[in-house]
């Protein structure tokens, strides 16, 4: 089992920059596939980025792809996401979840075994 705690959420304008991370302990980090996802008040949660247990593989909602980018940093224990240009819609609770698969990616919820319990960010306009 692997427990993930989230940092990083706050307040910020649009066009601002925030960088989240998602803290692992308790198994080897680099054994998960890892992602974020995102849930909006009355919305259900959805894909937001994906990485491979390396790092060399990543993947992107089409909502984010140029203005947010996923990586990890396996020695930390810790996968990132930048999120910069941001919008008012960016406005939601960020969930980091963990996956014991190294090569795949997942896009899904169902997909992932283990959740952080969220981090909120909200982007004023």
């Known amino acids: 089992q692997v427990q993930l705690v989230e940092s990083g959420g706050g307040l910020v304008q649009a066009g601002g920059s925030l960088r989240l991370s998602c803290a692992a302990s308790g198994r080897t980090f680099s054994n998960y596939a890892m992602g974020w996802f995102r849930q909006a008040p009355g919305k259900e949660r959805s894909f937001v980025a994906a990485?491979?247990?390396?790092?060399?593989?990543?993947f992107y909602a089409d909502s984010v792809k140029g203005r947010f980018t996923i990586s990890r940093d396996n020695a930390k224990n810790t996968v990132y996401l930048q999120m910069n240009s941001l919008k008012p819609e960016d406005t939601a609770v960020y969930y980091c979840a963990a996956r014991p698969n190294k090569a795949t990616l997942f896009t899904t919820p169902v997909d992932y075994s283990y959740w952080g319990q969220g981090t909120q960010v909200t982007v004023s306009s």
């Open positions: 990485i491979n247990w390396s790092g060399t593989s990543t």
